[in-house]
T-cell receptor, first 113, second 111 residues
Framework: EPEVTQTPSHQVTQMGQEVILRCVPI?????FYWYRQILGQKVEFLVS????????KSEIFDDQFSVERPDGSNFTLKIRSTKLEDSAMYFC???????????FGPGTRLTVL | EDQVTQSPEALRLQEGESSSLNCSYT??????LFWYRQDPGKGPEFLFT???AGEEKEKERLKATLTKKESFLHITAPKPEDSATYLC????????????FGQGTTLQVKP
């Protein structure tokens, strides 16, 4: 069964460092998303991406964040200068059709020291 | 503002003891309501999508229903392996595809 994969599973970084979180969405999906979940809190939307463009972004997704689809399979989230409050689980999701079910990856746990 | 509230926050059941989880929502036009299961440290696992009031979906011991203001996830004769956090999310009509999640209900089923 096709699934969304994410690497790494856990990333530890120092405050101010850049991190890149990687995702491989399900192969025939066209819509891609990043969400995050701070420990004990709700899953929060960060950004949606379609046709090599950002479709929508939340207030959390400021200038420190960027997304890219560098090739036909990968989807990345970059945080340019990490802050302590960026520590969270980051989930990638994809859907085949707009408005359809979004399938989530296993997540990357980001710890900023 | 679009919002999702789930209750209860936590639920403890004995194996075989049926119950229901509630998801109340306010959204400016509902495109879809989604139920996910989340195990500790893992990503949300898709369970059901509901699109219109009156719709029902079933899978094994789980049944999801939808009204214009809320959704219920009914768990019949649960087993310990049903222990998890159950997340409800809504998607509004329009150009947004984002999901708005509730806080979740953490279910513990004791043998």
């Amino acid at each position: 069964e096709p699934e969304v994969t994410q690497t790494p599973s856990h990333q530890v970084t120092q405050m101010g460092q850049e991190v890149i979180l990687r995702c491989v969405p399900i192969s025939n999906h066209l819509y891609f998303y990043w969400y995050r979940q701070i420990l004990g809190q709700k899953v929060e939307f960060l950004v949606s991406f379609y046709n090599n463009e950002i479709s929508e972004k939340s207030e959390i997704f400021d200038d420190q964040f960027s997304v890219e689809r560098p090739d036909g399979s990968n989807f990345t989230l970059k945080i340019r200068s990490t802050k302590l409050e960026d520590s969270a689980m980051y989930f990638c999701a994809s859907s085949e059709v707009f408005g359809d079910t979004q399938y989530f990856g296993p997540g990357t746990r980001l710890t900023v020291l | 503002e679009d919002q999702v509230t789930q209750s209860p926050e936590a639920l403890r059941l004995q194996e075989g003891e049926s119950s229901s989880l509630n998801c109340s929502y306010t959204v400016s036009g509902l495109r879809g309501l989604f139920w996910y299961r989340q195990d500790p440290g893992k990503g949300p696992e898709f369970l059901f999508t509901l699109y219109s009031a009156g719709e029902e979906k079933e899978k094994e011991r789980l049944k999801a229903t939808l009204t214009k203001k809320e959704s219920f996830l009914h768990i019949t004769a649960p087993k310990p392996e049903d222990s998890a956090t159950y997340l409800c999310a809504v998607q509004a009509r329009g150009n947004t595809g984002k999901l708005i999640f509730g806080q979740g209900t953490t279910l513990q089923v004791k043998p």
